[in-house]
């Protein structure tokens, strides 16, 4: 029960730190919001390796892997961040949770790993949720639905280099590697916006994100390692409710049948996909996809 009580606290720790982000973006632009939070996060994650005493060991990877990671992790965070901004955050948060079942198709096409009928059949009734939730040509399409699935797309190359990393590599240089990319993306971004002085309560809204997204990091990294993956992943999809819960209560949001139906079917395809994926491993261990390496990132990530 460590694993999902851990996995349960890392959703906590993301949605928290979404809600806080989304909080601020009403007065301040993402670049800015980027930067901040990133600063913030960074020096957590310095100070972590400084009090580990694994900064004097810490080396940057010569790896093709680590880079299409940070370049998938860079690019879902963007593209996720912009979206939040813009709608619900438990519609943004659903759409996010499609990544399973968008890994599963790119690892049978690309990586050519074994997947049968019942995964497809779940990988494709999963979408049709989505297609509930987003709603083309309906008059409760919101374009902003697509940028969040873009980010879905930048979430599978994230995972699947993630599935190439080296177990040799530590956690804490891949993360700190990426926190540093997207904080100085955020700073780029800054040269295009006009950079607003944040108020003492913005700054302590970012700081508050910064420390429940490590949250987030830390805690999916223990779930990974004390149990077996295909038992607490589907623990996940707990961050659906804290999402509507923080949405209802933060922004009055309420969804509407639609969004519940497609909901639902998303977490359920998704949670039969582990389940298969489980069944898979213990039937025949080389046809399943390799084992995440240790730490090598977390399978959930939000902005």
């Known amino acids: 029960m460590a694993g999902a009580l851990a996995m349960l606290v890392s959703g906590l720790g993301y949605t928290v730190n979404d809600a806080f982000t989304k909080t601020v973006s009403e007065d301040l632009p993402t670049g800015e919001i980027i930067f901040v ?29 680590v880079a299409w990671r940070i370049f998938g992790e860079v690019g879902a965070t963007v593209l996720f961040l912009a979206a939040l901004f813009h709608m619900p955050i438990a519609e943004a948060t659903v759409i ?9 198709a790119a690892s049978a096409v690309l ?3 074994a997947v049968g009928w019942r995964r497809w059949t779940a990988v494709t009734i999963g979408f049709c949720g989505i297609l509930l939730i987003v709603r083309p040509g309906f008059s409760g399409f919101d374009l902003w ?37 997207v904080t100085v993306l955020g700073l780029a971004m800054g040269v295009f916006e006009s950079w607003v002085m944040p108020s003492a309560a913005e700054v302590f809204f970012l700081f508050s994100a910064a420390v429940f997204i490590i949250i987030g990091y830390f805690f999916i990294i223990v779930a990974m390692r004390v149990a077996d993956i295909g038992f607490v992943s589907p623990f996940r999809y707990a961050i659906v409710l804290y999402a509507g819960i923080l949405g209802y209560a933060i922004w009055g949001d309420v969804p509407d049948l639609p969004m519940i139906v497609g909901a639902a079917i998303v977490i359920a395809t998704g949670i039969y996909t582990f389940h298969r994926e489980r ?8 046809a399943a996809p390799p084992p995440r390496p240790p730490g090598a990132g977390p399978p959930l990530a939000n902005g």
């Open 96 to 104: 996010l949770q499609t990544a399973p079942l968008a890994v599963t």
């Open 37 to 65: 939070r990133g600063i913030f996060a960074s020096a957590m994650i310095v100070a972590i390796l400084v009090a580990t005493g694994s900064f004097r060991r810490v080396r940057v990877p010569r790896s093709q892997a």
């Open 145 to 181: 639905a697509l940028v969040a699935l873009a980010a879905v797309v930048f979430i599978v190359i994230r995972d699947l280099a993630t599935r190439l990393i080296s177990a040799d590599i530590p956690t804490l240089t891949i993360t700190m590697m990426t926190t540093f990319t």
């Open 111 to 113: 990586l050519k790993e």
């Open 279 to 286: 069944l898979v491993r213990r039937a025949d261990p080389e």
